[in-house]
Nanobody
Framework: QVQLEESGGGSVQAGDSLRLSCTAS????????MGWFRQAPGKERELVAS????????VHVDSLRGRFSISGSIAANTVYLLMRFLQPEDTAVYYC????????????????WGQGTQVTVSS
């Protein structure tokens, strides 16, 4: 089992930045990808960004490229999601997830999930 714990969420004003952190513990040697998902009220959960054990990172939502970035190291058991110029539409619960899939896991191939951290952006 892999345990994931997110931190760094909160309430901010539009235009502010936040950095979310995710720390993994347990059988972390089995993790090949870590990702950040978000779920806004009334919407489906979406994969925001992912990073591989080799450090290959990607932001998966076109509209977020340039504002969001993922960093950190799976080997160090910690990844981050830096969110800049936050907008009210970024309001969501943000989840950290981990996958043992070697190459670009699909959203449903993330097996381990954190509890989520709320991000609220007011205008």
């Amino acid at each position: 089992q892999v345990q994931l714990e997110e931190s760094g969420g909160g309430s901010v004003q539009a235009g502010d930045s936040l950095r979310l952190s995710c720390t993994a513990s347990g059988r972390t040697y089995s993790v090949n990808y870590m990702g950040w998902f978000r779920q806004a009220p009334g919407k489906e959960r979406e994969l925001v960004a992912s990073i591989s054990a080799s450090g290959r990172s990607e932001v998966h939502v076109d509209s977020l490229r340039g504002r969001f970035s993922i960093s950190g190291s799976i080997a160090a058991n910690t990844v981050y999601l830096l969110m800049r110029f936050l907008q009210p539409e970024d309001t969501a619960v943000y989840y950290c997830a981990a996958s043992g899939i070697l190459d670009y896991p699909r959203s449903n191939e993330y097996d381990y999930w954190g509890q989520g951290t709320q991000v609220t952006v007011s205008s």
